[in-house]
């Protein structure tokens, strides 16, 4: 049933292999890539960055700053391969995921799905499981031959291949604690290092379900109903944890830690309330022995692997002490919120804190300890080079001003600055060889987009004056709004128009849709048809005896907001709209979006993945008003229909068809303009190689895999 | 004269008083719910990923719960415990329910067993009328008064109601309602078993021994008879031994196994929560550090606190590694230094940089003014004290009503301190001014560290604009009309509209590097690489990265200093006094020096009292172009951020700096002009 792969999807629809996964070229930038150095321990990078982190807590703050220093203190249970988008096991070496169905009588069953979840009877292997480890953990595998003998293979001698797609009997090896199962072996879609494994079970052991036995909805605890999915897929996690994982201070990493991150995130005294949101679905999480973990979710959600194995921040618990808190969760979310750790973080990851000075920089070593590290020797896992990390040193140096910044970079005070405004690097001396020969100029695409966001439901204002309620006049608006021009004349022409939501070079964005091309007729033509008529001759648009007038609010904290908003009010004026530009203070703006009392908006989306997008808080109907993200108050049953599918759907191939669908309708009904994804731009020394820029992970670059090449190489 | 002080300061400790009341007013009263804005603060995902009960916690936190100006019901501890058992019977808030048992088992405990025994009683009974109701509506359904027990059963039970087809005869009703028999039944037991559970918790691992599954009136016959024989070791008395045995027992155990074997403290914790009172007072009466530590242990015991003022050899040994690292950085940082030195000095010499040949300064020369493990340890350990001390006192405030039930007096007092107002002045006269929403460490520590830096520029700035401004006011009054006068008036005027943004640029585009001059440096007050200085070269190198954000501070209030003086000086010179002076035919440098100038001086010391609040002052934007994170720059941030504490302890200082040195000019007034007199 499982059985495609991200090839069979990629032919099926056309789309080359690039644009969803695949090698992601090496020092791309840099005029040295073709000259090959082997990489090797030692250096220092000095990075600029423009503010401090307000705390390296990023239970507590999610600040990108915080976040970008603290992933190289911690590693998470797994982690997405950042070329192949597979689960790397990472602080779990292996772990299972089952389905889960409730029966009419209360009985809970984990264990695998067989037939598709609509069918009646439902078929369902109990115990059953998809397990996933790395290759490299197999000894081999027990097959029966076509002589009907016993035949075991190893994992790399030629007959390996022939077991793919094979029920197998897997022999592991034995440290990894996996145990002997029986099943199916696949490779996960595009995966280069791990494994899956479809647990089979003899078939007198399955179940066999009529869809009557299976209970629609679930009464809570008390009694009182509760609406849960009781036929959910991949809802239940069980992870088992590298053995020989240590803390910073020489502690072994355990299970009690897992759920000591999980119990301090869910303390509604902890200032977690950005991450609590991803574990409301989260029915319960246990430790069920000392490097065991499981997790339960009451929905289907296809980020549920995500938000526990990647996304779940681990933290020690012998420094925090939970236990002398017995009974006082108040009293240990005040001791966890300010605990002093924070500003000298304990992790389990490649580099260890070693110093702050706050408004300066800050400071990170090389841990020797750490758990995939092994210089000299074999690689721990395939896919971390034991001498990783190779910088000795990592340092955040705070320079405020860009000019400043720009300054260190041709002083080499600094070797990186990845926060560059395009005045520099279109400045000439940032063109110049002088500042070539030594520096690496870097320009990359980001999952971030600007928009103009049509405000549909205005709060202080009658139903006669909701301009934008009326998908008409937003596609007239976009229609008006010159892209292209704001693009090249506001930023330098550093970016790229974009269609929706969704990235470009994700999987979600459906290359069928075009840029629409400005074309005022074809706008006056929406504008008429939507009623807006210059009845009264005074060259304004009215309906209803209401004046087509709309203000567009910005902020102060960057200059060009007001240019943007000036291109913007000369186009629409032309046919007959008035567009009052109203500069507001940044606390006052954010207010004033909450409280929707806007009618149109410039503001930018950006998330750290590509993949994991959830269109759910910004486009459903149920987060519009009560100050939630859908702040334009878009409300379409269509639109809701294809997030609610795509949040339950676990088939990724499925996930990416209903999202682009969504990317159409959104095309089609223009809730927002959207505008433009500016390139992150970046330089860094030459002297840095393996450099890499991704589309997915906290930052586009990754230090872990830096390394420096003395001078005389060069 | 000392009247006259005493006077002003009085005056000023009431106007300070009126404006840290006027602060905490617009600080209420400003859009948002400070406890909201303390959680967006950190999740910036829009409000509605707010839920309800972080929103009550976080506002707990901040005493939002309680009045803000005169609390007329101080929570006591009989009121709490009552309010915390209604709390444990909501029936639509499962979150809240379940903080009340957390909160009656773990934080009030023992404390609450004299209060809440009586209250089994009470609800077993009430249990079995509801049931035998129940039963009669259940047998009803079967018979003539059918639809009147479906009625009763459905407002009683609304929640459990089942769902049937209209028209479904009263069989199909009654067994409906016969299948939830179970849930309902639970629901009905569900007060009396919650406060089963919440004593079985307080005692635990005491009580009596129940079987799973008991009758309610069994288990509660059960706990009235262990009741009545351990009550005696509830008892005040009883306590107090306890107390007093443990205090005077000299010395608390070192190890886990040792706590756990010994006697005084396991009696201790039986009593738990009880004990918290006169262990607290012990703590705060203790006259030495021993006993400190004696009652801070036994309290961290029975309220189930961290903060036991000792640091065991585990967290010495933390230190100790911490030192370790910062010991290796510093090693490392030199010798880093050394290596760039010396791979800048071959590139001059046009040599090719060979590692073999670096100098290294010796470990000795790295390690000379680094603190010894010790008294790093030893500062360590005292500032982990220190914050126990706090946490106590910090937690107190509030725990106080768990556990005592307070005499007219205190209520009175309480009142007032238990407000918002109450606790956040309270906190402001010892000086504590809170947790900083953003950063999540002391106010005070922040705005020491910002002061520090704001203090150097500044003092250095005015001194440097006085010293330049008055000699060229005198100058250009003197000399008025010449084009000396006319050039500095211009050039001053120039200097006086540029802003200071655009001033700091262009130092930074003109001095600091390629393609202009490189000779200042551009960001920070000092080198990143300053630690592995000589004393003399972290000082020079501090006067380096202070002359441009110096330059550009000064500028401005020298032109403004320097135009005050020549008018002041030119009121003078107009003066008989001067003309006489003159005509007695004194020299030029007596007249203008002597009977000009501290004439003329006045006005400047209008001008002087508002230094003291500038020097704390700070420039967003100086501060900001040359990375220097002072106050400005942190004051900025903080109101950004809407970080309260923060914006509030930078009113309050900068309101009582302003105070303070409007005092200063005044008494300077009197000193300078002997016709002005104190009064």
Redesign the interface.
Same mark, same amino acid.
């Given at each position: 049933m499982r059985n495609w792969t991200w090839a069979l999807l990629l032919c099926a629809l056309g789309v080359s292999a690039q644009d969803l996964a695949g090698p992601v070229p090496v020092d791309a930038f840099n005029p040295d890539r073709d000259r090959p150095v082997e990489p090797r321990r030692g250096g220092?990078i000095?990075v600029r960055t423009p503010g401090?982190p307000?705390?390296i807590?990023p239970i507590?703050?999610?600040g990108v700053s915080t976040q970008d220093v603290y992933q190289y203190l911690g590693d998470s249970l797994a982690i997405r391969d950042r070329e192949t988008f597979e689960w790397l096991p990472m602080l779990a070496r292996w772990w299972k995921e089952q389905d889960v169905v409730v029966l009419a009588d209360g009985t809970r069953h984990a264990g695998r799905l067989l037939s598709e979840a609509k069918a009646d009877p439902v078929r369902f292997a109990p115990q059953a499981a998809r397990y996933t480890f790395a290759e490299c953990d197999l000894e081999a595998v027990e097959r029966v031959g076509a002589d009907g003998e016993s035949q075991r293979v190893a994992p790399g001698s030629p007959e390996f291949a022939a077991c793919w797609g094979q029920v197998v009997d897997v022999v592991p090896k034995a440290e990894t604690g996996l145990p002997r199962v029986r099943g199916t072996l696949e490779r996960p879609p595009g995966g280069r290092f791990t494994v899956w494994l479809w647990e089979e079970l003899p078939e007198d052991a399955v179940l066999s379900l009529p869809r009557s036995e299976i209970k629609r909805v679930l009464?809570g605890p008390?009694?009182?109903k509760v609406e849960v999915p009781a036929l959910r897929q991949l809802a239940e996690f069980e992870l088992h944890l590298r053995p020989g994982v240590t803390w910073h201070?020489g502690q072994p990493v355990t299970a009690a830690d897992v759920i000591f991150s999980m119990n301090t995130i869910q303390n509604?005294?902890v200032?977690?309330?950005?991450l609590?949101?991803y574990y409301v679905d989260l029915e319960r999480y246990e430790q069920v022995d000392a490097a065991t973990v499981r997790f339960a979710f009451n929905q289907q959600y296809y980020r549920a692997f995500s938000v526990i194995a990647g996304d779940l921040y681990i933290y020690p618990r012998h420094r925090y002490?939970p236990w002398?808190? *017995?009974?006082?969760?108040?009293?240990f979310?005040?001791?966890f919120?300010?605990h002093?750790d924070?500003?000298?973080p304990i992790g389990c990851g490649p580099y260890?804190f070693?110093?702050w000075e706050?408004?300066?920089?800050i400071?990170l070593?090389r841990y020797d300890g750490w758990w995939a590290s092994n210089p000299g020797g074999a690689p721990v896992v395939p896919w971390i080079d034991p001498r990783m990390p190779y910088l000795?040193?990592l340092?955040w140096?705070?320079?405020?001003?860009k000019?400043?910044?720009f300054?260190?970079l041709?002083?080499e *005070?600094v070797d990186a600055d990845f926060d560059l405004e395009p005045a520099i690097w279109e400045d000439e001396?940032s063109n110049a060889p002088?500042f070539t020969d030594r520096f690496v100029r870097a320009k990359v695409l980001s999952p971030l987009y600007t928009y103009i966001g049509w405000n549909a439901d205005r709060q202080d204002v009658g139903p006669e004056r909701q301009i934008f309620a009326d998908a008409r006049v937003r596609q007239a608006m976009t229609l008006l709004i010159p892209r292209e021009k704001i693009l090249r004349d506001i930023h330098r022409g550093l970016g790229e128009v974009v269609t929706g939501p969704f990235f470009s070079q994700g999987p979600f964005s459906d290359p069928e849709v075009q840029v629409r091309p400005s074309s005022v007729q074809r706008a006056q033509m929406l504008l008429d048809q939507a009623g807006w008529v210059d009845h009264d001759g005074d060259g304004i648009r009215d309906r209803g005896g209401v004046d087509f007038e709309f203000d567009y609010v910005i902020h102060n904290m960057r200059d060009y907001h007001q240019k943007v908003a000036e291109i913007i009010k000369e186009a629409v004026e032309r046919v007959g709209v008035r567009m009052n530009i109203r500069k507001l203070d940044?606390?006052v703006f954010l207010?004033t979006i909450?409280d929707q009392k806007f009618d149109a908006v410039r503001l930018a989306w950006g998330e750290p993945s590509c993949i994991e997008t959830d269109p759910f808080?910004i486009w459903h109907s149920s987060?519009a008003g009560?100050?939630?993200?859908n702040?334009v108050s878009y409300k379409n049953a269509e639109a809701d229909a294809l997030i609610m599918a795509a949040r339950r759907e676990v088939d990724p191939v499925e996930r990416q068809r209903l999202l682009r669908k969504l990317h159409r309708l959104l095309d089609r009904e223009q809730p927002y303009t959207f505008l433009l994804n500016m390139y992150t731009l970046g330089f860094y020394h030459r002297r840095f190689r393996n450099v890499r820029f991704y589309t997915i992970g906290t930052t586009a670059y990754n230090f872990r895999e830096w390394f420096e090449v003395p001078?005389?190489e060069r | 004269m000392w009247q006259y002080l005493l006077k002003r300061l009085l005056l000023m400790a009431l106007t300070l008083f009126g404006i840290s009341v006027l602060c905490f007013l617009i600080v209420t009263m400003a859009p948002g719910d400070p406890a909201a804005m303390k959680a967006q603060a950190l999740a910036s995902g829009g409000q509605s990923n707010l839920d309800e009960q972080t929103l009550r916690k976080n506002q707990e936190l901040y005493y939002l719960d309680r009045p803000t100006f005169v609390n007329f019901e101080p929570p006591t501890r009989t009121s709490t415990v009552r309010a915390t058992l209604e709390e444990l019977d909501d029936e639509e808030n499962e979150a809240r329910r379940k903080d009340a048992l957390a909160r009656l088992k773990g934080t009030i405990g023992t404390s609450a067993l004299e209060l809440l025994i009586p209250e089994l009683g009470p609800r077993v009974a009430d249990a079995e009328a509801r049931e035998a109701k129940l039963r009669e509506h259940l047998a009803a359904l079967r018979s003539d008064g059918a639809a009147q027990a479906r009625a009763a059963l459905g407002e009683d039970y609304g929640r459990y109601e089942p769902q049937l087809p209209p028209g479904s005869d009263d069989a199909a009703w009654a067994e409906a309602w016969a299948r939830r028999e179970e849930p309902l039944q639970a629901a009905i037991e569900a007060p009396a078993r919650r406060l089963l559970e919440v004593l079985a918790g307080i005692v635990a691992p005491r009580g009596p021994k129940l079987p799973e599954g008991v009758g309610l009136a069994e288990a509660r016959d059960a706990w009235e008879t262990w009741w009545s024989e351990h009550r005696a070791e509830y008892a005040p008395e009883h306590v107090q031994q306890v107390v007093k045995a443990w205090l005077q027992k000299g010395g608390v155990p070192e190890t886990e196994e040792a706590a756990a074997a010994d006697p005084e403290l396991a009696a201790l914790v039986q009593v738990g929560q009880l004990a918290a009172p006169a262990l607290m007072e012990a703590m705060h009466d203790a006259s030495s550090e021993a006993a400190e530590r004696q009652a801070a242990f036994g309290l961290a015991a029975v309220a189930h606190k961290p903060w036991d003022l000792t640091v065991d050899a585990k967290e010495r040994q933390a230190f100790a590694q911490e030192w370790e690292t910062q010991r290796a950085a510093r090693i490392r940082g030199w010798r880093e230094a050394a290596e760039k030195q010396a791979k800048r000095a071959a590139e001059a010499a046009g040599k090719t940089y060979d590692p073999s040949q670096v100098s290294y300064p010796s470990e000795d020369a790295i390690l000379a003014g680094f603190a010894s493990q010790e008294d790093f340890v030893s500062d360590r350990v005292a500032e982990t004290l220190a914050r126990h001390r706090y946490r106590w006192d910090d937690w107190w405030y509030r725990a106080e009503e768990y556990y005592v039930d307070f005499d007219g007096g205190r209520q009175f007092t309480r009142g007032f301190a238990q407000t918002q107002f109450g606790r956040w002045f309270s906190r402001l006269i010892v000086f504590d001014l809170g947790e900083s929403y953003k950063q999540k460490r002391p106010v005070s520590e922040i705005i020491w560290d910002a002061f520090k830096k704001t203090l150097q520029l500044n003092v250095i700035a005015i001194f440097l604009a006085y010293l330049f401004a008055i000699p060229l006011g005198v100058y250009s009054s003197v000399k008025r009309g010449t084009l000396g006068d006319q050039v500095s008036t211009l050039t001053l005027f120039l200097l006086y509209s540029v802003p200071s943004f655009w001033a700091g640029a262009m130092l930074i585009l003109l001095f600091t590097g390629p393609p202009f001059l490189s000779i200042f440096p551009a960001h920070h007050l000092s080198d990143l690489n300053a630690e592995t200085f000589t004393a003399w070269g972290w000082f020079t190198d501090r006067l380096w990265h202070l002359v441009l954000p110096v330059a550009a501070l000064t500028y401005g209030q020298l032109a403004y200093i320097s135009r005050q003086m020549r008018t002041g000086m030119l009121e003078v010179l107009g003066q008989d006094y001067i003309r006489t002076a003159k005509a007695k035919g004194l020299p030029q440098s007596v007249v203008i020096g002597k009977h000009a100038l501290r004439n003329a001086l006045i006005p400047i010391l209008t001008l002087m009292g508002g230094i003291l609040p500038m020097l704390f002052a700070g420039s967003v934007i100086i501060e900001t172009i040359f990375t220097i994170d002072g106050l400005g720059k942190v004051f900025f941030d903080s109101i950004l951020s809407r970080d309260y504490p923060l914006i509030m302890a930078i009113l309050m200082i900068s309101a009582f700096l302003t105070l303070l040195g409007i005092l200063v000019s005044d008494i300077a007034y009197a000193v300078v002009d002997p016709r002005i007199e104190f009064r």
């Open positions: 220092t000095q401090d307000s705390s807590n507590c703050d999610n009464e008390d009694g009182a201070d509604p005294v200032d977690a309330a950005h609590r949101q002490e002398k808190f *017995e009974g006082d969760a108040d009293g979310g005040r001791h919120n300010a002093p924070h500003e000298q260890r070693v110093r706050r408004g300066t920089l400071e070593a000795d040193t340092r140096v705070v320079i405020n001003e000019t400043a910044a300054k260190a041709q002083l *005070e001396a002088a940044w606390a207010d909450s808080q987060q009560n100050r939630g993200n702040y001078r005389e | -």
